[in-house]
């Protein structure tokens, strides 16, 4: 059984200050990894698609870093704003499989 | 641009009744998938489909859970003789290409409800 965990579970962070969580998955046969933002009363989005060991993803204040030798990424938030107060889900791919297990995800509330 | 469309929203149906769920993907996308999210659970895998071809079910229980995604129409997530334990959030996603590389795309879910 393959288990993407994701923490910590939740954190508050007040605005303006940076943030960082994990993501911890398999490190054999590894083949993508995915962030995804999920906010209250809408659908996952999508943030970035990782696949390389050493990869790192920036867009905007967000960024992702991989290491798949370890079985982790870090997703930082510089700056938070209240905006960013979401669920932050992982989701793993090994070789040979076709399906996205999710992580539990880290729901992120930022204080104003 | 139209994005993953799933109905109904919601949907309430008696123990022993049949739930049909649908999913048209995003226009040029001919790769959906299921997940389900019980309630204070995260999103469980059920069934990753191409049009017209079952590509992987393992996460779908092997009774009274079936999904089709015909060449014409959307995608079908069909559940008979619903139990109180269906009660959950059923989400479609779509892309581009086969899971991977390719990022998901989710419609608003479908919640259930067993009375």
């Known amino acids: ?112 | 641009n139209a994005g993953v469309m799933q109905n109904p929203r919601h949907l309430v149906r008696r123990r022993g009744q049949e739930a049909r769920l649908r999913c048209s993907p995003m226009k040029g996308h001919s790769h959906v998938y299921w997940y389900r999210q019980l309630p204070e659970e995260g999103l469980k895998f059920m069934v990753y489909l191409q049009k017209e071809n079952i590509i992987d079910e393992s996460g779908m229980p092997k009774e009274r859970f079936s999904a089709e995604f015909p060449k014409e129409g959307p995608s079908i997530l069909r559940i008979q003789q619903v139990v109180r334990g269906d009660s959950a959030a059923y989400f479609c996603a779509s892309s581009l290409q086969g899971q991977g590389y390719s990022p998901l795309h989710f419609g608003n879910g479908t919640r259930l409800t067993v009375t």
């Open chain 1, 1 to 112: 059984i393959l288990n993407v965990e994701q923490s910590p579970q939740s954190l508050h962070v007040q605005e303006g200050d940076s943030t960082n969580f994990t993501c911890s998955f398999p490190s054999s046969n590894f083949y993508a990894l995915h962030w995804y933002r999920w906010e209250t009363a809408k659908s996952p989005e999508a943030l970035f698609v990782m696949t390389l060991n050493g990869d790192e993803k920036k867009k905007g204040r967000i960024s992702a870093t991989l290491n798949t030798k370890e079985g982790y990424s870090y997703l930082y938030i510089k700056g938070s704003q209240p905006e960013d107060s979401a669920t932050y889900l992982c989701a793993f791919r090994i070789q040979g499989a076709q399906k996205l297990v999710f992580g539990q995800g880290t729901r992120l509330t930022i204080n104003p």
